[in-house]
């Protein structure tokens, strides 16, 4: 996939003030400081178009990006810890279940993983939740860049192990990525691509 045009085009807190256009969606999230905007930027091969920052917690609000006038980008707020009050991580967690309860243009979204780290509660929670409700998710490992190959290959056996030792049958496709690097770029583009064709070309 060649993403040709990339346009902000909201943001916002209440799942009833998102785009009407019935063009498939794919959300974006993870833990707070994951690199979520730097990996949205490299996929879109636009510097700022999420804004990134060192502080954990930047994207408080439900960003709609429209590509290439064909799908929607959405890069939603980091769940777990953020530098902000009790209250607003409260509203963060229920704008974010609203979302994807309520949100039918949602085809996929892409949980971000820190690969450098063992896996959190807090991920294999939320991943949960998506597996609960039959919405289809994706792993995305970031900072790929920051390990060497026996380190990377021993943390996604770590991964692969704590998630079918839980509930899982087997861990759900993953990706593994750079925003450094640009790993993974087109393999997410084209996992993307995919899915936008099967949905227009149904069998």
């Known amino acids: 996939m060649n993403i040709k045009r990339a346009d902000f085009v909201i943001s916002n807190t209440n799942v009833l003030k998102c785009p009407k256009e019935p063009l498939p969606e794919y959300a974006f999230i993870g ?3 994951v690199g979520k905007s730097s990996l949205i930027n490299m996929l879109t091969d636009r510097k700022q178009l999420a804004k990134t920052s ?4 930047k994207t408080q609000l439900i960003n709609h990006f429209r590509i290439n006038e064909q799908w929607f980008l959405v890069d939603l707020p980091g769940y777990g810890y953020a530098k902000v009050s009790k209250s607003k991580r409260a509203s963060f967690q229920q704008f974010i279940r609203e979302y994807f309860m309520k949100r039918r243009q949602l085809v996929c979204t892409f ?5 450098r780290i063992p896996p959190q509660q807090i991920d294999l929670e939320f991943m949960s939740f998506l597996g609960e409700n039959n919405l289809p998710f994706c792993m995305v490992f970031t900072k790929s860049d920051k390990l060497n190959t026996a380190q990377l290959n021993r943390n996604l056996d770590e991964y692969n192990q704590k998630m079918t030792d839980t509930s899982w049958e087997s ?10 690097k640009k790993a993974g770029r087109q393999e997410l583009l084209a996992y993307i691509d995919q899915l936008n064709h099967d949905l227009m070309n149904p069998a």
């Open 31 to 33: 833990r707070s400081n």
């Open 54 to 57: 060192g502080k954990p917690g």
């Open 111 to 115: 949980v971000l993983l820190d690969i």
């Open 171 to 180: 861990m759900p496709p993953f990706f593994v990525s750079s925003a450094t």
